[in-house]
C-alpha cells in the first residue's frame, strides 16, 4: 500500500473542533498509510502526544497576520526545502484570509493541494474584503475542496467543493459509563441545581462578554446554578477578570482544554452557544450526541441543528431575554432517538473518512 503524507495547515493544535476533527481522521487513517504533518502558526500544541505517536511530526511558523513578513518567509522556505515530503497538502481557515501556503504548494509542485473552509462569515470588514479577494485566487492554487457545509462551500466560492462532516467518535458520546454524580464530584459541581456550559476558544467571535450577561441574568433566576467555561484562548484572562468584577466566581468553573468533552456534557443541563458567526461546530454535534440541549445563536449554520435539542435564538435579544428562553428551553421536555437523528442526517463517520481519502488519493480535483 502506497505511503501518503499530507500537511496539515492550521493555525495552532488547541482542543477546537477542526483540530480534533484532524485528529480523528489521523487516527482513523493510519490504517490505510496516510500521515499527518503538521504546519502551524501558533504553540498551542494540546495534541502533541497523538501527533508524535500517529508518527507525525509538528513544525510552528511565525503567527499570521502579526508577523506577517516572517510568517511568509518562514512558509515559503520550510516548502522549499520539504516539498518532496507531500502528496497532498491541506490548508483550514474560516475564510480564505490565509492562502499562503497553497500558493507556495503549486509553486513546488506539490500534486494535491486542499482548501477546507470551516466558516460561513467574518464580521472584520478588513478580513471580508481579503476574503473576497481570495476567493478569487483560490482556484488557481488549490485544486481540491472542502467545507463543513454547503453554506460553507458558497461561502468560499468553491462550486466544484465537497461537503465532509464533522465527525465525532460515537462511543465516546452515545455510551457514556461514568456516573453523573461521581463525573460532579470529579468537578467539584455536586451543589448546583443546573449546570450551563459552553464549549470554545476565548475569541471575539464566541462572544463569551455577552454569555457572562446572560449567566448573570440566569443566577439572578436560579441561584444554584453554574456555567462552565471549556477552553482557552486570547481573551481567556479579560473573561476572568470580567468574571470577578460581576462576582460571578463561585458560579462559574473555568475547565481549561480537556479531552474529557463527553464527561462535561454528559452532566451538563443546557450549552448556550451565543457566536457572532459560525460554520458547524463540532462541540454542537457532541453535544447533540449526548442529549444535551443547545440554546444557540441564529448567526450559527442552521444544519447544525440535526436533532431537536437545538433552539436558535437572535442576538437582537437582550441577555435578560436569552436568559428567560434559557431557563424555558431547559425546562422543556425534549426526547428523540439520538442515533436515528445522526443517521437521517447522513452523520457517518465512515462515509466522511471515505470522502478524504478520495481526496488525498487524488481522485477529487478540480483539474
Same mark, same amino acid.
Given at each position: 500500500?502506497?505511503?501518503i503524507?499530507?500537511?496539515?495547515?492550521?493555525n495552532?493544535?488547541?482542543?477546537?473542533?477542526?483540530?480534533k476533527?484532524?485528529?480523528?481522521?489521523?487516527?482513523e487513517?493510519?490504517?490505510?498509510?496516510?500521515?499527518?504533518d503538521?504546519?502551524i502558526?501558533?504553540n498551542?500544541?494540546?495534541?502533541?502526544?497523538?501527533?508524535l505517536?500517529?508518527?507525525?511530526n509538528?513544525?510552528?511558523v511565525?503567527?499570521?497576520p502579526?508577523?506577517i513578513?516572517?510568517?511568509?518567509?518562514q512558509t515559503?522556505?520550510?516548502?522549499k526545502?520539504?516539498?518532496?515530503?507531500y502528496?497532498?497538502?491541506?490548508?483550514?481557515?474560516?475564510?480564505?484570509f490565509?492562502i499562503?501556503?497553497?500558493?507556495?504548494?503549486?509553486?513546488?509542485?506539490? *500534486?494535491?493541494?486542499?482548501?477546507?473552509v470551516?466558516s460561513?462569515?467574518?464580521?472584520?470588514?478588513?478580513?471580508?474584503?481579503?476574503?473576497?479577494?481570495?476567493?478569487?485566487?483560490? *482556484?488557481?492554487?488549490?485544486?481540491?475542496?472542502?467545507?463543513?457545509?454547503?453554506k460553507?462551500l458558497?461561502?468560499?466560492?468553491?462550486?466544484?467543493?465537497?461537503?465532509?462532516k464533522?465527525m465525532?467518535?460515537?462511543?465516546?458520546?452515545?455510551?457514556?459509563?461514568?456516573?453523573?454524580d461521581?463525573?460532579?464530584?470529579?468537578?467539584?459541581?455536586?451543589?448546583?441545581k &443546573?449546570?450551563?456550559i459552553?464549549?470554545g476558544?476565548?475569541?471575539?467571535?464566541?462572544?463569551?462578554?455577552f454569555l457572562?450577561?446572560?449567566? &448573570?441574568e440566569i443566577k439572578?433566576?436560579?441561584?444554584?446554578?453554574?456555567?462552565?467555561l471549556v477552553?482557552?484562548g486570547p481573551?481567556?484572562e479579560?473573561?476572568k477578570r470580567?468574571?470577578?468584577?460581576?462576582?460571578?466566581?463561585? &458560579?462559574?468553573?473555568?475547565?481549561?482544554?480537556?479531552?474529557?468533552?463527553?464527561?462535561?456534557?454528559?452532566?451538563?443541563?443546557?450549552?448556550?452557544?451565543?457566536?457572532?458567526?459560525?460554520?458547524?461546530?463540532?462541540?454542537m454535534?457532541?453535544?447533540?450526541?449526548?442529549k444535551?440541549k443547545?440554546?444557540a445563536?441564529?448567526k450559527i449554520?442552521?444544519e447544525?441543528a440535526?436533532?431537536p435539542?437545538v433552539?436558535?435564538?437572535?442576538?437582537e &435579544?437582550?441577555?435578560?431575554?436569552?436568559?428567560k428562553?434559557a431557563?424555558a428551553?431547559?425546562?422543556?421536555?425534549?426526547?428523540?432517538?439520538?442515533?436515528?437523528?445522526f443517521?437521517?442526517?447522513?452523520?457517518?463517520?465512515?462515509?466522511?473518512i471515505?470522502?478524504?481519502?478520495q481526496?488525498?488519493?487524488?481522485k477529487?480535483?478540480w483539474?
Amino acid at each position: 500500500m502506497e505511503k501518503i503524507r499530507v500537511l496539515q495547515c492550521i493555525n495552532g493544535l488547541g482542543s477546537g473542533g477542526a483540530e480534533k476533527d484532524i485528529i480523528n481522521w489521523m487516527e482513523e487513517l493510519k490504517s490505510e498509510n496516510i500521515y499527518f504533518d503538521f504546519l502551524i502558526r501558533s504553540n498551542d500544541i494540546f495534541f502533541e502526544k497523538e501527533v508524535l505517536e500517529a508518527k507525525g511530526n509538528i513544525y510552528v511558523v511565525a503567527s499570521f497576520p502579526k508577523h506577517i513578513i516572517r510568517n511568509i518567509k518562514q512558509t515559503y522556505d520550510f516548502l522549499k526545502i520539504n516539498h518532496s515530503k507531500y502528496n497532498a497538502i491541506h490548508v483550514h481557515g474560516n475564510s480564505t484570509f490565509y492562502i499562503i501556503p497553497l500558493i507556495f504548494a503549486k509553486k513546488f509542485n506539490i *500534486p494535491i493541494r486542499i482548501f477546507h473552509v470551516h466558516s460561513t462569515e467574518t464580521t472584520s470588514f478588513i478580513s471580508n474584503m481579503i476574503h473576497k479577494f481570495n476567493c478569487k485566487l483560490l *482556484p488557481k492554487y488549490a485544486n481540491s475542496g472542502i467545507g463543513c457545509s454547503e453554506k460553507a462551500l458558497k461561502y468560499a466560492n468553491m462550486k466544484y467543493g465537497i461537503v465532509i462532516k464533522n465527525m465525532i467518535n460515537k462511543k465516546d458520546f452515545f455510551c457514556i459509563n461514568s456516573s453523573k454524580d461521581g463525573i460532579k464530584k470529579k468537578y467539584h459541581v455536586s451543589e448546583y441545581k &443546573n449546570i450551563y456550559i459552553h464549549i470554545g476558544r476565548f475569541l471575539e467571535v464566541k462572544n463569551h462578554k455577552f454569555l457572562l450577561e446572560v449567566f &448573570n441574568e440566569i443566577k439572578k433566576i436560579e441561584p444554584y446554578s453554574c456555567l462552565l467555561l471549556v477552553g482557552t484562548g486570547p481573551l481567556f484572562e479579560d473573561i476572568k477578570r470580567r468574571v470577578e468584577i460581576m462576582n460571578l466566581t463561585e &458560579n462559574v468553573k473555568f475547565i481549561g482544554q480537556t479531552t474529557s468533552v463527553n464527561e462535561l456534557l454528559n452532566i451538563s443541563d443546557l450549552m448556550i452557544f451565543p457566536s457572532l458567526y459560525e460554520g458547524i461546530p463540532l462541540t454542537m454535534i457532541e453535544a447533540q450526541a449526548t442529549k444535551t440541549k443547545i440554546l444557540a445563536s441564529e448567526k450559527i449554520d442552521k444544519e447544525s441543528a440535526i436533532s431537536p435539542y437545538v433552539k436558535f435564538y437572535s442576538l437582537e &435579544n437582550s441577555a435578560k431575554e436569552w436568559a428567560k428562553e434559557a431557563i424555558a428551553f431547559l425546562n422543556r421536555e425534549v426526547d428523540c432517538d439520538i442515533e436515528k437523528c445522526f443517521k437521517q442526517a447522513n452523520y457517518d463517520f465512515q462515509t466522511e473518512i471515505n470522502k478524504l481519502l478520495q481526496i488525498y488519493k487524488g481522485k477529487v480535483v478540480w483539474k
